[in-house]
């Protein structure tokens, strides 16, 4: 499971790589497209943490500036990569989400919904971009393998 995580997050770091370098090209892009590239990060963040056993600071819907995006889209590969060295994917993680309410998950489930997340808005993010900048970012998973 760990091999198949490695590449799914290594997948996502070229693709948010690539979606966010698209959204650099544009001169005035839409206000939504950097409030989604946060929100990305910031929900990273929160999970990475969650899985480490630590309280998150991070709001859900920070807002960055363009040029933090890039340093923390790492920082957060970084650590996924370092937590899958030693994840148990079977654990049971309990957490809160942003409104408080209590849940718990499996870690397995908890990076799928990671990977699976970042896929969502980064196509919003590249609809958004539609008209703005040519071509626009191909992303997908199979694309990046071939």
């Known amino acids: 499971m760990k091999a198949y995580f490695l590449r799914l997050f290594e997948h996502e770091h070229w693709a948010n790589a690539e979606v966010l370098a698209s959204y650099l090209q544009v001169e005035q892009p839409p206000a939504r497209a950097i409030e989604l590239l946060s ?37 957060n590969f970084n650590d996924l990569n370092a937590l899958l060295e030693s994840v ?15 849940f718990t998950s499996s870690a397995s489930d908890i990076l799928t919904h990671l990977a699976l997340h970042a896929a969502y808005h980064r196509g919003q993010v590249v ?6 900048v040519s071509p626009l970012p191909a992303t997908d998973y199979i694309f990046y393998y071939r």
């Open 39 to 75: 929100h990305m990060v910031s929900a990273q963040r929160i999970w990475i943490e969650r899985l480490q056993g630590v309280s998150s600071a991070t709001k859900v819907w920070e807002l960055y500036k363009k040029e933090q995006l890039k340093d923390l889209l790492a920082a």
């Open 88 to 102: 148990d994917f079977n654990r049971m993680v309990t957490y809160r989400n942003s409104l408080g309410a209590v």
């Open 127 to 132: 609809q958004l971009l539609k008209g703005h």
